[in-house]
């Protein structure tokens, strides 16, 4: 068991004053269940339940009030009432909706009692069963596979992740971190699988596992399905996806297939609550606030770069590449990109963004648009000189501010540079393995610029 990064949200949930009742979103396998029980330990109670048990469900079927409910919970567990902390874990909470009814009364009557429920399909079962979700009584938190981060520190390389979180990064950690970076796309982020390479680091022998988690997730979010055409949908899009990932999309006859865009667009949002995959939608702003356009078609982000690699069949493509950009057209290191920021936050689900230019002819299109402060902020994945970023120039040339980033396999660097129009502004040059710390750099590089400003305006 090693520790996740989602284990300091839930301290600072543990300490609210209005604490609610928490909702651990993300889906199956990413952890949810591990990072609870190590969380578990700071507390001098701890009741654990697994709707999947019958046992265990069978407890909030008996329409208990609250009060008789948590003592039916104590006796089931053998335990006794403690002065000290108490912590709940309903595990699955998908499988009883007479559970998430229950969570509002926590709140409302057993406030000392922290509860924490998991579930990898709730929005699903809330939707299809039409259960009266507690609204205001409730909160969220996210969990998906684990960071560059988080793999630093579950392999134990104590050193590397000392360099990685030195701001700014030093030069000379530039070639071990981009290594390990590689291993790390190469792999992805599932726990099960990370923590098997630590073991034996042999990546042959994690290919049991890579399909184990398929088929877990094709066995799981069939299961609610509306009815049979859908669930033979929902198997065409989940394996399809990974072959489809870092594209835009469009539904109908996605994947090849005969299906009507009606279909996909349920099978797909079906995955996406399943958080198994995201579509991520493309906006055509340089300001704030930033929208998506619901519109346009969207570019499709599988949960975990390292299934994506198994299922493409790219893993041996790894061992011949330096740079990540150099294979798969690029796609690997968008999407990994991708899944590093999606994973940056934790307390509410925001989805990226890409940015593509207004008129109908262009195909103009920036990777990424990341709002930091009162900034739009355009990020490209891309190698190569900065002159050669003719999506990103156009989207300066329109921008009211002169701040942009890249991410690629060189060295940390910021540089004043201009578009092929002619205006100036700043480069950030961040190496890939960097994205996770995106605003940790862009605050660096205002503070920077700031340095830099005073400079020119103290006198000799």
């Not at 009162?374 to 990103?392: C, M």
């Not at 002619?422 to 393995?433: C, K």
């Amino acid at each position: 068991m090693f520790s996740r990064s989602i284990i300091d949200n839930l301290r600072a949930w543990k300490s609210l004053p209005d604490r609610k009742p928490l909702i651990l979103r993300g889906a199956r396998q990413v952890g949810k269940t591990t990072a609870v029980e190590l969380f578990a330990k700071e507390f001098d109670l701890y009741l654990y339940l697994n709707l999947e048990i019958d046992e265990d469900l069978k407890l909030f079927q008996r329409n208990l009030s609250i009060h008789d409910l948590y003592q039916s919970i104590l006796l089931h567990k053998d335990q006794s009432a403690v002065t000290g902390t108490t912590l709940l874990f309903i595990d699955e909470i998908q499988n009883s909706p007479e559970a998430v009814k229950m969570l509002r009364f926590f709140y409302e009557f057993l406030p000392a009692v922290h509860v924490i429920a998991a579930g990898s399909l709730l929005e699903v079962m809330v939707k299809q069963q039409q259960i009266s979700f507690p609204v205001g009584r409730v909160q969220f938190s996210f969990m998906y596979p684990l960071t560059f981060r988080e793999f630093l520190t579950a392999l134990g390389l104590n050193s590397a992740l000392e360099n990685f979180d030195a701001l700014p990064l030093p030069d000379f950690a530039h070639p071990k971190l981009m290594t390990l970076f590689h291993r790390y796309t190469l792999i992805g982020g599932m726990p099960e699988i990370v923590s098997k390479y630590a073991q034996h680091q042999d990546i042959a022998g994690l290919k049991p596992l890579y399909q184990a988690l398929l088929t877990s997730f094709g066995d799981d979010v069939t299961k609610y399905a509306r009815h049979n055409t859908l669930r033979h949908i929902i198997r065409h899009c989940l394996d399809t996806a990974p072959h489809e990932a870092g594209s835009r999309i469009a539904f109908a006859g996605f994947g090849k297939s005969n299906y009507r865009s009606r279909e996909v667009s349920e099978a797909l949002k079906t995955l996406e609550q399943a958080m198994i995959l995201y579509l991520l939608y493309p906006t055509t702003t340089t300001e704030i606030p930033i929208m998506p356009d619901l519109r346009k078609s969207p570019r499709l982000q599988f949960l975990d770069t390292g299934l994506l690699n198994f299922v493409a069949g790219l893993q041996g493509h790894f061992f011949q590449q330096e740079d990540l950009h150099a294979f798969y057209r690029g796609k690997i290191a968008e999407h990994i990109v991708g899944q590093e920021l999606l994973a940056a936050t934790t307390d509410i689900h925001k989805k990226p963004v890409f940015w593509v230019r207004e008129k109908k002819q262009s195909s103009a299109e920036v990777d990424y648009l990341v709002q930091h402060n009162q900034l739009a902020i355009p990020v490209e994945v891309k190698s190569g000189k900065a002159g050669t970023l003719r999506s990103l120039h156009q989207f300066i040339d329109q921008s009211p501010h002169p701040y942009a980033v890249r991410l690629y396999s060189g060295k940390l660097e910021l540089m004043e540079t201009q578009t092929i129009e002619g205006r100036r502004y700043w480069l950030l040059n961040l190496p890939y393995f960097l994205a996770g710390r995106l605003n940790d750099y862009i605050d660096w590089m205002v503070e920077q610029l700031a340095d830099k400003r005073k400079e020119r305006l103290t006198p000799l």
